[in-house]
């Protein structure tokens, strides 16, 4: 999962980054060129595969894992360069940094909503750019009647100034489009970088009416206060977070945001080789959840054996849950549920 970083200079991006990442990246006003990345891998943390790890000390334990990419987005106070835009295509979903704090490098005083409203538009005119160029060629040729009709209907949407996330598309409209990378169709979390003071205030209602309008999550936090206890031993940082009233680490909360925003559960593998956690979308049927791990099990799945993390680590293995009838064997149409571990059957 690839996550970019956005947001309008001057609202501490980079330093989110290094909160988020516990890394060093240099801040500051034009310290990297405009669509330059950093880049920061952040690993899930879930104490559902500590337990099977407990249970079955295996030789490898590996968690989901998220990468940041920090994308530089140039000196200009209300627009983002081109190359910034482009870069953002290439993510799974958009996290915009939007300041809360004074900053008096900053032309302009702290509006959060503004911010949001800016990005809004620098998205949907990019996106419609491309639709207008697209849906010129298929007028013109008629290849393609079905999908020049739901492009017209983004166009449409579009010109309204609207998100294209929020026209409701289903599930086959959305892979029609794929191809094309939509800006304004990716998941959006927002993040807003408070002063220090205002670490544990809740967020202005403003802004939390203006996210809940444009379909986001929201995660506020002082990106200095958290950047400054990621960069500290990991001993030293349970004291700081306590003194702040945080529950944890930035990235904590911002990973539970995230796998919220994205419709994500964790399907688990478990066994003597490997725990692992497995990041899979919400209603994943058992052959999409199978073809996580290799296309060949999805290709030639046979059947999915399941039980719940808990009644595995409660009862002690496999064989004991399926003495006591708590191991479930499950065809193509089973729907995987957060927390299920699960063994595949399959032929090829």
Not at 67 to 91: H, K, P, W, Y
Not at 201 to 214: R, V, Y
Not at 298 to 310: H, K, S
Request: aromatic residues 6%; negative net charge.
């Amino acid at each position: 999962m690839k996550i970019g970083l956005v947001g309008f200079p001057g609202c501490g991006k980079t330093t989110v980054f290094n909160a988020l990442t516990g890394l060093d990246a240099d801040t500051g006003y034009g310290s990297a060129k405009p669509g330059t990345k950093n880049l920061g891998v952040v690993r899930v943390p879930d104490p559902r595969v500590d337990k099977l790890a407990e249970l079955y000390s295996p030789k490898k334990t590996t968690y989901a894992e998220i990468t940041f990419c920090d994308i530089a987005g140039g000196t200009g106070s209300r627009e983002l360069d081109r190359s910034v835009l482009n870069s953002m295509r290439e993510m799974d979903a958009i996290c915009q940094v939007l300041r809360a704090f004074d900053n008096p490098a900053a032309a302009e005083s702290a509006d959060p909503v503004r911010e949001l409203d800016d990005l809004q538009i620098e998205t949907v005119l990019a996106d419609l750019e491309i639709v207008e160029r697209r849906v010129h060629r298929l007028r013109k040729d008629r290849s393609d009647p079905q999908l020049l009709k739901l492009l017209e209907r983004i166009l449409e949407h579009l010109e309204n100034e609207s998100p294209v996330r929020s026209l409701g598309l289903d599930a086959n409209e959305r892979k029609a489009v794929s191809g094309y990378q939509f800006l304004s169709l990716k998941p959006l979390l927002l993040v807003v970088n408070v002063a220090e003071e205002a670490v544990a205030d809740e967020p202005d209602p403003a802004l939390t009416d203006a996210a809940s309008a444009a379909g986001t999550g929201l995660v506020p936090l002082s990106a200095q206060v958290e950047m400054d206890i990621a960069q500290m031993p990991e001993q030293d940082r349970a004291e700081f977070y306590q003194e702040l009233g945080l529950g944890g680490p930035a990235s904590h909360r911002f990973v539970r945001a995230a796998f919220e925003l994205l419709q994500l559960v964790t399907m688990l593998t478990a066994g003597p080789d490997e725990c692992r956690a497995w990041p899979v979308r919400t209603g994943s049927k058992a052959p999409t959840a199978a073809g996580k791990i290799h296309s060949d099990i999805e290709r030639g799945f046979i059947r999915a054996e399941v039980t719940r993390w808990d009644e595995l680590v409660d009862l002690g293995s496999e064989a004991k849950c399926r003495e006591a009838g708590k191991l479930r064997v499950e065809g193509r149409d089973y729907v995987v549920q957060d927390g299920d571990v699960c063994h595949f059957r399959f032929n090829v």
